[in-house]
């Protein structure tokens, strides 16, 4: 079988040596020239002529795989990686756990009474947390945060600054607000947790691409510096830059694999969106040759606006006093180029609902930037304050908030705000609705499944987790706050019976669907053409 794998990070090429000793033929893509992924050499990094890794990279715990690869492939493991006892210290030496060579659970029970720097509280409470998880098979809960585990388990605060939160971090790269309590407990299982030599610290003694992967690449076909932008698809298998495969491996980060597998045949699991995809007739497979088309048009529109607003800038220093202009610049949405299986717009999906917001001049601090939530309600209060008109009495309850003060703040970070929209136009099959956070986001269609999405761990919205246990109060506020902003099935409702109510003036569906419409708006120079179109 000829298989492709994209992606030349352990993962890539672990699947390579698996595939190549069951007599498969392998080619590796990899965007990056050198091999690794995150755990690879710089080379000639800063003047350095000795190669340099790309960050410190240790194995603890879970290394047994990797150790069998590495023999696999005749490395010699003991030339190759150094063993020292598991030892955990703080920089100011205040604290200090090392493992010893026993049994488990006892070197984790040895170790832990035996630390330097943790009161006897701390050390009792990090027992009942292990010995808890062992007892329920090192599962979480589903959804948890590691912050989530700890608060579960009543862990002191000096605990997790001093043992937990660091080992969360240097094992998962994450922050434990953020890290995913199922991945922070298999760690855990795997080294804490496992016996004595899977405590054990493994320090390269080479540099991370000649650790294994350098030996690994020469099992296939290597192409590196290679980045894929489309997937192709047909009933004979796949195809990457016009060559087929009898199967593809991507072993990249699901973001990647998202955009990715966006351009796969796969009718979409939404029916709202099922919708679209049928009235736009959208095929299964959206063709390379197609995006890049829809691309290019839609650069070419934003490099026209660019020479536009040129034209205004211009006339700006030209005629405008500098001391006292602003600026504000926003659009109405985003484009879809293939993302979700769908094309355009009138969906919530971050390419569609997030637009540019641009506030400069005189009153505005340079090349700031704030992840603060803002929302086009927001221009009203902007503008007023711009033009120093203060709010009437009767638009003082309006939910914008002048953008000058966030622009101005020091400290620009999220401020717990939720931002509202909805759409209920052409080709919807029902009403819409988004509320949105710092970290979550609900889509609303009326008589259709609530979408959830925690952009924290899924930016790409690949993974919808309204159905998920663990999300239910996120859920069950999100509906709360939804529906304080309007009533969203009286909204459809009344849409509804406002398009019916049009329908018949101009003579009902019938009448209607023999009728011709204007699609869209010529470009300069072209004649309207009304054509036929049925409802």
């Known amino acids: 079988m000829n298989v492709a794998i994209v992606g030349a990070g352990w993962a890539g090429l672990s699947a390579l040596v698996h595939l190549a000793r069951a007599g498969h033929a392998v080619t590796?893509?990899?965007?990056?020239?050198?091999?690794?992924?995150?755990?690879?050499?710089?080379?000639?990094?800063?003047?350095?002529?000795?190669?340099?890794?790309?960050?410190?990279?240790?194995?603890?715990?879970?290394?047994?795989?990797?150790?069998?690869?590495?023999?696999?492939?005749?490395?010699?493991?003991?030339?190759?990686?150094?063993?020292?006892?598991?030892?955990?210290?703080?920089?100011?030496?205040?604290?200090?756990?090392?493992?010893?060579?026993?049994?488990?659970?006892?070197?984790?029970?040895?170790?832990?009474?035996?630390?330097?720097?943790?009161?006897?509280?701390?050390?009792?409470?990090?027992?009942?947390?292990?010995?808890?998880?062992?007892?329920?098979?090192?599962?979480?809960?589903?959804?948890?945060?590691?912050?989530?585990?700890?608060?579960?388990?009543?862990?002191?605060?000096?605990?997790?600054?001093?043992?937990?939160?660091?080992?969360?971090?240097?094992?998962l790269n994450t922050t434990p607000d953020q890290a995913c309590a199922e991945l922070f407990c298999a760690t855990l299982r795997d080294s804490l947790g496992g016996g004595a030599k899977a405590c054990d610290l493994l320090l390269p003694r080479q540099d991370l691409s000649a650790l294994w992967p350098d030996a690994a690449a020469r099992l296939g076909r290597l192409r590196n510096g290679c980045p894929i932008r489309h997937l192709e698809a047909s009933d004979k298998g796949y195809a990457i830059d016009g060559a087929g495969y009898d199967a593809i491996v991507l072993a990249v980060p699901p973001y990647t694999a998202a955009r990715l597998l966006g351009t796969l045949p796969a009718d979409h699991p939404h029916p709202a969106y099922r919708h679209i995809r049928r009235l736009e007739q959208i095929p299964d497979l959206i063709e390379p040759d197609v995006l890049r088309k829809i691309s290019s048009a839609y650069f070419g529109l934003i490099t026209h606006l660019d020479e536009q607003i040129g034209e205004v800038m211009d006339a700006v220093e030209k005629y405008a006093p500098a001391e006292t202009t602003n600026l504000l610049y926003t659009s109405d949405h985003g484009e879809l180029f293939g993302s979700h299986g769908l094309l355009g717009k009138r969906v919530f999906y971050e390419q569609s609902v997030a637009v540019p917001m641009i506030l400069a001049g005189a009153d505005v601090p340079a090349g700031r930037r704030s992840d603060q939530l803002a929302c086009h309600v927001d221009l009203f209060p902007t503008v007023l304050e711009a033009l120093d008109i203060p709010l009437s009495a009767e638009d003082a309850d309006l939910p914008g908030r002048s953008l000058f003060a966030l622009a101005n703040r020091m400290a620009a970070g999220p401020d717990g705000r939720l931002v509202f929209a909805e759409f209920h136009a052409h080709g919807s099959a029902a009403g819409a609705s988004m509320i949105r956070g710092e970290r979550y986001k609900l889509i609303y269609h009326v008589g259709m499944p609530v979408q959830l999405f925690d952009l924290a761990v899924d930016p790409d919205e690949t993974r919808d987790v309204a159905p998920d246990p663990g999300y239910s109060e996120v859920l069950r506020c999100l509906l709360d706050a939804l529906r304080e902003q309007g009533r969203p099935e009286a909204i459809d409702a009344r849409a509804k019976a406002d398009q019916r109510r049009r329908v018949d003036e101009l003579g009902g569906r019938e009448q209607v669907s023999k009728g011709e419409a204007i699609l869209f708006s010529p470009p300069p120079g072209e004649a309207l053409e009304p054509r036929a179109k049925p409802l």
């Open 28 to 171: 590796v893509f990899e965007a990056a020239r050198t091999l690794g992924g995150r755990a690879r050499r710089v080379e000639r990094a800063h003047g350095f002529e000795t190669p340099l890794d790309n960050g410190q990279h240790l194995l603890l715990g879970a290394y047994r795989d990797t150790l069998a690869l590495m023999r696999d492939l005749g490395l010699d493991v003991e030339r190759a990686l150094r063993r020292l006892p598991l030892t955990l210290q703080s920089v100011d030496a205040r604290l200090r756990l090392r493992a010893p060579r026993w049994p488990a659970p006892f070197h984790v029970a040895a170790a832990l009474l035996a630390a330097r720097g943790l009161a006897p509280a701390d050390k009792f409470a990090a027992l009942h947390l292990m010995t808890g998880l062992r007892r329920a098979g090192w599962q979480a809960a589903p959804g948890e945060s590691v912050v989530g585990l700890l608060d579960r388990f009543a862990q002191p605060t000096r605990l997790r600054q001093a043992l937990w939160h660091p080992l969360c971090l240097a094992a």
